[in-house]
Protein backbone atom coordinates (compact mmCIF):
# COMPACT_ATOMS: atom_id res chain seq x y z
CA UNK A 1 0.00 0.00 0.00
CA UNK A 2 2.42 2.44 0.89
CA UNK A 3 5.11 1.83 -2.05
CA UNK A 4 2.61 4.37 -4.02
CA UNK A 5 2.96 6.98 -1.61
CA UNK A 6 7.41 6.39 -1.31
CA UNK A 7 9.17 8.79 -3.35
CA UNK A 8 12.98 8.32 -4.18
CA UNK A 9 15.11 9.18 -1.95
CA UNK A 10 17.79 9.96 -5.11
CA UNK A 11 15.36 12.33 -7.04
CA UNK A 12 17.11 15.69 -6.26
CA UNK A 13 20.04 14.43 -8.36
CA UNK A 14 18.02 15.05 -11.27
CA UNK A 15 17.43 18.80 -10.45
CA UNK A 16 19.89 21.46 -11.91
CA UNK A 17 18.21 24.96 -10.42
CA UNK A 18 17.05 23.92 -6.40
CA UNK A 19 18.77 21.26 -3.89
CA UNK A 20 18.07 19.61 -0.25
CA UNK A 21 18.70 22.76 1.47
CA UNK A 22 16.29 24.67 -0.48
CA UNK A 23 13.48 21.87 0.09
CA UNK A 24 14.17 22.00 3.85
CA UNK A 25 13.64 26.05 3.70
CA UNK A 26 10.78 25.26 2.01
CA UNK A 27 8.85 22.77 3.94
CA UNK A 28 9.93 24.70 7.45
CA UNK A 29 8.39 27.48 6.37
CA UNK A 30 5.18 25.70 4.83
CA UNK A 31 5.18 24.08 8.41
CA UNK A 32 4.53 27.91 9.79
CA UNK A 33 2.03 28.85 7.19
CA UNK A 34 -0.19 25.57 8.01
CA UNK A 35 0.07 26.41 11.80
CA UNK A 36 -0.74 30.13 11.02
CA UNK A 37 -3.86 28.36 8.93
CA UNK A 38 -4.61 25.98 11.88
CA UNK A 39 -5.17 23.33 8.95
CA UNK A 40 -5.42 19.35 10.06
CA UNK A 41 -2.30 17.67 10.49
CA UNK A 42 -3.27 15.27 7.35
CA UNK A 43 -3.20 18.85 5.73
CA UNK A 44 0.68 19.10 6.03
CA UNK A 45 1.89 15.36 5.28
CA UNK A 46 -0.21 15.17 1.77
CA UNK A 47 1.86 18.83 1.05
CA UNK A 48 4.90 17.36 1.37
CA UNK A 49 4.26 14.11 -0.19
CA UNK A 50 3.05 16.39 -3.23
CA UNK A 51 5.98 18.17 -3.22
CA UNK A 52 8.00 15.57 -3.29
CA UNK A 53 6.06 13.51 -6.28
CA UNK A 54 5.92 16.28 -8.12
CA UNK A 55 9.80 17.48 -7.93
CA UNK A 56 10.77 13.57 -8.30
CA UNK A 57 8.91 14.20 -11.97
CA UNK A 58 9.51 17.48 -12.64
CA UNK A 59 12.42 19.78 -13.26
CA UNK A 60 11.75 22.98 -11.23
CA UNK A 61 13.83 26.42 -11.44
CA UNK A 62 14.22 27.92 -7.90
CA UNK A 63 12.47 30.64 -8.37
CA UNK A 64 9.44 28.76 -8.66
CA UNK A 65 9.83 26.26 -5.69
CA UNK A 66 7.43 28.10 -3.27
CA UNK A 67 5.29 28.31 -5.57
CA UNK A 68 5.32 24.74 -6.18
CA UNK A 69 4.59 24.55 -2.17
CA UNK A 70 2.25 26.34 -1.94
CA UNK A 71 0.18 24.95 -4.67
CA UNK A 72 0.92 21.67 -3.19
CA UNK A 73 -1.00 22.95 -0.08
CA UNK A 74 -4.02 24.35 -1.69
CA UNK A 75 -4.46 20.89 -3.27
CA UNK A 76 -3.61 19.24 0.19
CA UNK A 77 -6.38 21.48 1.69
CA UNK A 78 -8.60 20.92 -1.34
CA UNK A 79 -8.24 16.42 -0.88
CA UNK A 80 -8.27 16.98 3.41
CA UNK A 81 -10.26 20.12 4.31
CA UNK A 82 -13.87 21.48 5.04
CA UNK A 83 -12.43 24.53 4.64
CA UNK A 84 -10.26 25.87 2.29
CA UNK A 85 -7.34 28.90 1.90
CA UNK A 86 -8.54 31.15 -1.30
CA UNK A 87 -5.82 31.45 -3.90
CA UNK A 88 -5.80 35.45 -3.33
CA UNK A 89 -4.26 34.36 0.44
CA UNK A 90 -1.50 32.22 -1.01
CA UNK A 91 -0.93 35.16 -2.99
CA UNK A 92 -0.70 37.49 -0.52
CA UNK A 93 1.96 34.75 1.91
CA UNK A 94 4.10 34.73 -0.66
CA UNK A 95 4.63 38.39 -0.83
CA UNK A 96 2.71 38.79 -4.25
CA UNK A 97 5.79 36.63 -5.51
CA UNK A 98 3.03 35.19 -8.07
CA UNK A 99 0.26 36.03 -9.36
CA UNK A 100 -3.39 34.32 -9.30
CA UNK A 101 -2.59 33.20 -12.65
CA UNK A 102 0.81 31.86 -11.78
CA UNK A 103 -0.72 29.80 -9.43
CA UNK A 104 -3.54 28.30 -11.29
CA UNK A 105 -1.33 27.14 -13.92
CA UNK A 106 0.92 25.67 -11.70
CA UNK A 107 -1.90 23.73 -10.42
CA UNK A 108 -3.16 22.29 -13.51
CA UNK A 109 0.42 21.27 -13.77
CA UNK A 110 0.99 19.83 -10.75
CA UNK A 111 -2.43 17.44 -11.24
CA UNK A 112 -1.41 16.21 -14.82
CA UNK A 113 1.86 15.40 -13.90
CA UNK A 114 0.95 13.52 -10.79
CA UNK A 115 -2.15 12.32 -12.52
CA UNK A 116 -4.80 13.83 -9.95
CA UNK A 117 -3.66 11.00 -7.58
CA UNK A 118 -3.99 12.41 -4.29
CA UNK A 119 -4.96 9.22 -2.01
CA UNK A 120 -1.71 8.62 -0.78
CA UNK A 121 -0.77 6.53 2.71
CA UNK A 122 1.44 8.99 4.16
CA UNK A 123 3.11 9.01 7.50
CA UNK A 124 0.48 10.44 9.21
CA UNK A 125 -2.06 7.70 8.52
CA UNK A 126 0.23 5.17 10.33
CA UNK A 127 1.05 7.54 13.30
CA UNK A 128 -2.14 7.79 14.25
CA UNK A 129 -2.90 3.97 13.93
CA UNK A 130 0.63 3.31 15.76
CA UNK A 131 0.09 5.70 18.56
CA UNK A 132 -3.30 3.95 19.49
CA UNK A 133 -1.46 0.41 19.94
CA UNK A 134 1.54 2.57 22.04
CA UNK A 135 -1.42 3.69 24.92
CA UNK A 136 -0.82 7.43 24.15
CA UNK A 137 -1.25 10.34 26.31
CA UNK A 138 -1.44 13.57 24.94
CA UNK A 139 2.56 14.25 25.61
CA UNK A 140 3.42 11.30 23.48
CA UNK A 141 1.18 12.31 20.90
CA UNK A 142 2.51 15.99 20.47
CA UNK A 143 6.42 14.72 20.95
CA UNK A 144 5.64 12.04 18.12
CA UNK A 145 4.61 14.64 15.62
CA UNK A 146 7.07 17.01 17.00
CA UNK A 147 9.90 14.81 16.24
CA UNK A 148 8.43 13.39 12.59
CA UNK A 149 8.09 16.50 11.27
CA UNK A 150 11.08 17.51 12.06
CA UNK A 151 12.00 14.32 9.48
CA UNK A 152 9.36 15.59 6.65
CA UNK A 153 12.08 18.99 6.66
CA UNK A 154 14.90 16.36 5.66
CA UNK A 155 15.21 15.40 2.52
CA UNK A 156 17.64 12.35 3.38
CA UNK A 157 14.47 10.80 5.44
CA UNK A 158 12.99 10.17 2.09
CA UNK A 159 14.70 6.79 2.26
CA UNK A 160 12.45 4.78 4.90
CA UNK A 161 8.71 4.71 4.02
CA UNK A 162 6.26 6.12 5.91
CA UNK A 163 5.13 3.57 8.24
CA UNK A 164 8.90 2.89 9.48
CA UNK A 165 9.37 6.44 10.14
CA UNK A 166 5.87 6.71 12.23
CA UNK A 167 6.92 3.71 14.25
CA UNK A 168 10.72 5.23 14.53
CA UNK A 169 9.29 8.68 15.94
CA UNK A 170 6.63 7.11 18.25
CA UNK A 171 9.79 5.00 19.62
CA UNK A 172 12.14 7.68 19.97
CA UNK A 173 9.13 10.31 22.06
CA UNK A 174 8.56 6.64 24.37
CA UNK A 175 12.58 7.57 24.76
CA UNK A 176 12.91 11.00 25.29
CA UNK A 177 10.12 10.77 27.96
CA UNK A 178 10.16 7.52 29.72
CA UNK A 179 13.69 6.04 29.18
CA UNK A 180 14.37 2.80 27.30
CA UNK A 181 12.18 -0.30 27.39
CA UNK A 182 8.30 1.06 26.47
CA UNK A 183 8.62 -0.39 22.93
CA UNK A 184 5.97 -3.08 23.94
CA UNK A 185 5.50 -6.42 22.17
CA UNK A 186 1.91 -4.74 21.20
CA UNK A 187 3.76 -1.84 19.13
CA UNK A 188 6.02 -4.24 18.02
CA UNK A 189 3.18 -6.45 16.31
CA UNK A 190 1.29 -3.52 14.92
CA UNK A 191 3.78 -1.80 14.04
CA UNK A 192 5.93 -4.81 12.66
CA UNK A 193 9.47 -3.24 13.74
CA UNK A 194 11.45 -4.01 16.11
CA UNK A 195 13.03 -1.69 18.79
CA UNK A 196 16.82 -2.80 17.05
CA UNK A 197 15.41 -2.32 14.14
CA UNK A 198 13.99 1.13 14.32
CA UNK A 199 17.47 2.34 16.35
CA UNK A 200 19.33 3.85 13.54
CA UNK A 201 16.47 6.05 12.43
CA UNK A 202 15.93 6.54 15.63
CA UNK A 203 19.45 8.26 16.30
CA UNK A 204 19.17 10.54 13.37
CA UNK A 205 15.91 11.73 14.92
CA UNK A 206 17.37 12.60 18.05
CA UNK A 207 20.22 14.39 16.14
CA UNK A 208 17.10 16.66 14.17
CA UNK A 209 15.95 17.12 18.07
CA UNK A 210 19.44 18.19 19.25
CA UNK A 211 19.77 20.83 16.46
CA UNK A 212 16.14 21.42 16.52
CA UNK A 213 16.25 25.09 18.37
CA UNK A 214 19.65 26.25 17.40
CA UNK A 215 19.90 25.35 13.43
CA UNK A 216 18.73 27.64 11.33
CA UNK A 217 15.71 25.97 10.46
CA UNK A 218 13.43 26.61 13.55
CA UNK A 219 9.97 26.55 12.54
CA UNK A 220 9.24 23.35 14.01
CA UNK A 221 10.85 24.02 17.36
CA UNK A 222 8.88 27.45 17.43
CA UNK A 223 5.23 25.61 16.26
CA UNK A 224 5.95 23.13 19.25
CA UNK A 225 7.59 25.56 21.92
CA UNK A 226 3.57 26.65 23.38
CA UNK A 227 1.20 25.39 25.58
CA UNK A 228 -0.90 24.37 23.01
CA UNK A 229 1.34 21.49 22.27
CA UNK A 230 2.06 20.53 25.49
CA UNK A 231 5.71 22.44 25.15
CA UNK A 232 6.92 19.21 23.64
CA UNK A 233 10.45 21.16 21.84
CA UNK A 234 11.54 21.75 25.74
CA UNK A 235 11.87 17.95 25.98
CA UNK A 236 15.49 16.76 26.51
CA UNK A 237 16.19 14.62 23.69
CA UNK A 238 17.02 11.33 24.15
CA UNK A 239 20.79 11.37 23.95
CA UNK A 240 20.94 7.80 25.44
CA UNK A 241 20.00 6.44 22.07
CA UNK A 242 23.03 7.73 20.53
CA UNK A 243 25.61 5.37 22.14
CA UNK A 244 23.16 2.43 22.34
CA UNK A 245 24.02 -0.74 20.77
CA UNK A 246 21.79 -3.22 19.45
CA UNK A 247 20.42 -6.18 21.49
CA UNK A 248 19.55 -3.40 23.95
CA UNK A 249 16.78 -1.28 22.71
CA UNK A 250 14.27 -3.56 24.57
Not at 90 to 95: A, E, Y
Not at 157 to 182: E, H, R, V, W
Request: net charge neutral; proline share 2%; charged share 20%.
Amino acid sequence: MQSCSCVSPGYMAQQFDINERMRAILIDWLIEVHHKFELREETLFLTVNLIDQFLAKQTVVRKKLQLVGLVAMLLACKYEEVSIPVVDDLVLISDKAYTRKEVLDMEKLMLNTLQYNMSVPTAYVFIRRFLKAAQFDRKLEQLSFFLIELCLVEYEMLKYPPSFLAAAAIYTAQCTLFGDGNWSKTCERHTTYSADQLLECSRRIVGFHQNSATGKLTGVHRKYNISKFEYVAKSEPANFLLVQTLGHSR
